[in-house]
């Protein structure tokens, strides 16, 4: 065989060499598989805002001091004052009954003089009296020193005093981030709180989930031929009804029936297939946490119905072309395309014999009949290696002769119609324009009865009305309907989204929104009422004592100056020394009185010397009650708040990948939590995935175009006698060819939507988490991509065997010509193949098959090669070991 000695055998393969090519088509020819996971994309998509953790801790000396000074510090100053106002209350009620039992009028004058004095003396008196007071105020009477008490309660006031300024101006100036809630709100009022609080406004959903047939309203249109009287059974379709007789298997009167039924099923195909896809787009769920705005909500949304829709510009064509990517759309345009190739490339036998005519010899007074792949179209294209050879469609004579050749050209050609090896590619192949003419469609007609004068057309032909050329369409008048159906008739789509609806469902239990604030009243008390009571205790623990400090310094320097000389002081033992403190400590418990300013202030000018020494002695036992409850208390809180086990929340805002996976070593996943800011991401942000090589036969020479016209020779009527099984290989490479380029692109458009679904996440995955949920979702998708494929492709051999039609080679029935008596009848017999010893039918079984390979009278057996009862067959029982061994490729070569 010449060209054929340069050749070179495949390499070593992931798979055996003795895989069979259907074991091949099944994993879609992959090598393998190049995943890649970006856990930092999926990051930065989450972005989470912040992360919160918690951990548990016991003995918290910081938090046991807070929490004494706290519940100590507010009680001691409410019962400072309210214990003061009672006093008061009680003397006021004691002075008004001593005023109505006394006629005293000293007291009675002084009043009087008090009543005629000025406001000036008034005011005079007053400030003087606070004056004295000031003087001789003293909140420490328990200190030994009166000097020492009159001081620290001055330092006292102001060092309070000065806090409390402090503490108001601070808190004036702060700004007091505030937190509102507003509880099942309405849908205008979400809208108007958005408008003032957009960047701080949060809706938790109720419900995570709306479908999508809730929220988006999405109507195909189609091209109008799908509803045109063209496609009507009472209508163009009856255009063909009258004809009879022999005619031009090219003759536009004779197929336009079956023509336009076929243009019909595609229509209802289509149509179905964009039905079922909406079915499943409708189905699916919107999945948000809180209610989004309404711009972000239409921007989803928006891009939502562009994954479905996708549009892009074809420049060559200048028509918008809607390419569908869905899945079901996707499944739709594989299942045609490998329709369309396993039918054109089995050579099968068609009623109007365009692929192929049937040719007779008598050879040894023997009829032989054979069919021969039709060579007569334009520029001299075979069928046999070509299905998309294509001749002008037309009207053609009647006569005997040159009007049946189906080399003869028409008495009148149609404007767009073309004719090719199989009815679809001949549809596929033409276009409409003729039908957009109102002069056209009169001309065909009034060539309908053309060299027939005795055929009528049916009346209700002539009501069709021509496709409307004003309608806005994205496919010109001269589209080829190749285009039109790979994009299943769409027109245009008529989208609408509903915010209202998504709202109303997603049905927020509260919205919370926060804004800054500046001089609250209520925030400025509240701060100084929490802490003006801790301030107090701390200052009136520390002030003393400082005073104290400073005033022994500044007496110890006077006398260093002064060089007053000390008395010796005698010395005692270690025991009389703590014996002596003991019974001064005795004696400090026994006379402690935290009272004693009440006497000092209301009762001496009142009581007589034997009701003080009464008074003293309650005081002094309610002050040894007191420091007993109040050593009670300090040990039960001290005791609860260091065994009690407190959960400490930290928050960590905007936190990044690193101190994310800092904090995940640190503390556990059921501690931590980083909730999404967007919860659902694409996988094409984080995943990339693709075949890292395809079996080399996908891109060797054995596929090419030269190699299988080399296999399959020349047109002569002799080589399908005798050259039949070479042709037949031809077509199992060319149909290999096929499925490499129908796998590749199937594989493609299944990444692509894969790439265009959703990885749904309310919280944050570890690294760890996600690698595992990442790794399960790609080993799935590597397992279903040829799933699909494959269920089609086993369907349409299945169908094909069902259906038994015939191929032109006769490799699964054969022809037989019946004698005069039978009327000349063509009768047709199964193959039986015996290959295996094993009597095997093609009318029974589908995996009947020879390796014996004939070609003029020479046999020859290629390891792996097979030929079986249809070219598909053949090729899917062969494997391609042969293609790796020279020495078979040199014996194929000679053969």
């Known amino acids: 065989m010449q060209g054929f000695s340069f050749v070179k055998p495949l390499s070593s393969s992931h798979f055996e060499q003795n895989t069979t090519v259907n074991d091949l088509f099944h994993q879609l020819f992959i090598e393998s598989w190049n995943p890649m996971i970006n856990f930092t994309g999926y990051f930065h998509i989450c972005s989470p805002n912040s992360c919160t953790y918690s951990y548990n801790r016991r003995f918290n000396l910081f938090y046991i001091i807070v929490t004494i000074i706290s519940l100590f510090g507010g009680l001691k100053t409410i019962l400072y004052f309210s214990t003061l106002i009672l006093v008061i209350f009680i003397r006021r009620i004691q002075n008004c009954k001593n005023v109505q039992n006394t006629n005293d009028e000293h007291s009675i004058m002084n009043q009087t003089n008090e009543r005629n004095q000025n406001f000036k003396q008034w005011f005079s008196f007053h400030i003087s009296k606070i004056y004295q007071k000031y003087l001789t105020l003293n909140m420490f009477p328990l200190l030994s020193d009166i000097i020492d008490g009159i001081y620290s309660t001055r330092i006292f006031i102001l060092s309070l005093i000065i806090g409390v300024l402090v503490l108001v101006f601070y808190s004036s100036l702060t700004v007091y981030i505030r937190i509102n809630s507003v509880y099942q709100p309405s849908m205008n009022e979400y809208e108007q709180l958005y408008k003032q609080y957009s960047s701080t406004l949060t809706c938790p959903c109720t419900r995570l989930s709306v479908s999508y047939s809730s929220i988006i309203y999405m109507k195909p249109y189609y091209h109008q031929v799908c509803s045109s009287d063209f496609v009507k059974d009472d209508k163009w379709l009856l255009y063909s009804l009258g004809i009879d007789g022999f005619i031009n298997s090219r003759d536009f009167r004779i197929r336009t029936s079956t023509t336009f039924s076929m243009l019909q099923k595609l229509c209802i195909l289509s149509m179905e297939a964009v039905t079922n896809e909406l079915a499943v787009f409708n189905s699916l769920q919107f999945v948000n946490r809180q209610v989004l705005p309404k711009t972000t909500f239409d ?353 960590v805002s905007s936190p990044t990948e690193l101190i994310f996976e800092q904090l995940q070593l640190q503390y556990s996943s059921s501690s931590l939590s980083c909730p999404c800011s967007q919860i659902s991401v694409q996988y094409s942000k984080f995943i990339s995935i693709k075949p890292i090589a395809y079996h080399q036969v996908c891109s060797s020479y054995f596929i090419s175009s030269n190699f299988i016209q080399l296999l399959w020779g020349n047109e002569s009527l002799e080589s399908y006698y005798y050259d039949v099984d070479m042709k037949i290989l031809s077509l199992h490479f060319n149909l290999l060819s096929s499925f490499c380029s129908l796998a590749k692109i199937m594989i493609e458009q299944k990444i692509e939507i894969f790439y265009s679904q959703q990885f749904i996440s309310v919280e944050l995955l570890t690294h760890h988490s996600f690698q595992i949920q990442i790794d399960s979702i790609i080993e799935n998708f590597i397992y279903q991509v040829p799933i699909n494929f494959r269920q089609i492709h086993n369907y349409i051999i299945n169908m094909f065997h069902a259906n038994q039609l015939h191929n032109i080679f006769l490799t699964n029935w054969n022809l037989h010509l019946s004698s005069y008596a039978e009327f000349y009848l063509m009768k047709t017999d199964p193959i039986t193949y015996n290959s295996t010893n094993v009597s095997c039918s093609c009318a029974a079984m589908s995996t009947c098959s020879r390796s014996i390979l004939t070609r003029y009278n020479k046999a020859i057996v290629l390891p792996g090669l097979v030929i079986g009862c249809l070219p598909i067959y053949g090729l899917r029982l062969s494997t391609l070991e042969c293609l790796y061994d020279s020495i078979c490729l040199q014996k194929l070569s000679n053969f």
């Open 299 to 651: 921007i989803q949304t928006s891009q939502l119905i562009q994954q479905f829709q996708k549009q892009v510009f074809d420049k060559k064509n200048l028509v918008l072309i809607l390419l569908v990517i869905t899945q079901t759309l996707t499944y739709f345009l594989n299942q045609f395309q490998l329709i369309r190739t396993s039918i054109q490339l089995n050579q099968f036998i068609t009623a109007d014999s365009n692929n192929a005519v049937l040719r007779g010899t008598l050879s040894n007074l023997i009829d032989s009949h054979r069919f021969v792949s039709n060579n007569e179209w334009d520029n001299t294209c075979s069928c046999g290696t070509n299905g998309s050879c294509i001749a002008s469609e037309g009207v053609f004579c009647r006569s005997y002769g040159t009007c049946f050749l189906f080399s003869s050209k028409p008495n009148q050609t149609i404007p767009g119609l073309f004719v090719s090896c199989l009815l679809v590619e001949s549809i596929l192949a033409s276009s409409l324009e003729c039908f957009y003419n109102t002069s056209c469609i009169q001309m065909l007609i009034d060539w309908y009865p053309f060299d027939r004068t005795e055929t009528t057309l049916d009346p209700r032909v002539l009501n069709v009305t021509a496709l409307d050329s004003t309608i806005n369409s994205r496919f010109s008048p001269d589209t080829k309907l190749d285009i039109i159906v790979s994009q299943l008739f769409l027109e245009y789509w008529i989208n609408s989204t509903n915010f209202s609806s998504y709202y109303n469902q997603c049905e927020p239990d509260q919205c919370f929104y926060t804004y800054e604030e500046r001089f609250n009243r209520a925030y400025i008390i509240g701060t100084l009422l929490g802490i003006v009571g801790g301030l107090s205790v701390v200052l009136r623990i520390l002030i003393p004592c400082i005073v104290i400090l400073l005033r022994r310094m500044y007496r110890q320097c006077r006398r260093f100056q002064t060089n007053v000389r000390r008395e010796m002081i005698v010395e005692i033992g270690i025991r009389q020394r703590i014996t002596l403190y003991l019974i001064q400590f005795q004696q400090f418990i026994r006379t402690i009185n935290f009272y004693r300013k009440v006497k000092n202030t209301h009762l001496q000018e009142i009581l007589q010397t034997t009701d003080e020494i009464s008074i003293i002695q309650r005081q002094q036992i309610a002050t040894r009650l007191y420091i007993i409850l109040f050593i009670v208390a300090i040990v039960i809180i001290v005791t609860f708040t260091g065994l009690n086990s407190q959960i400490q929340f930290i928050k």
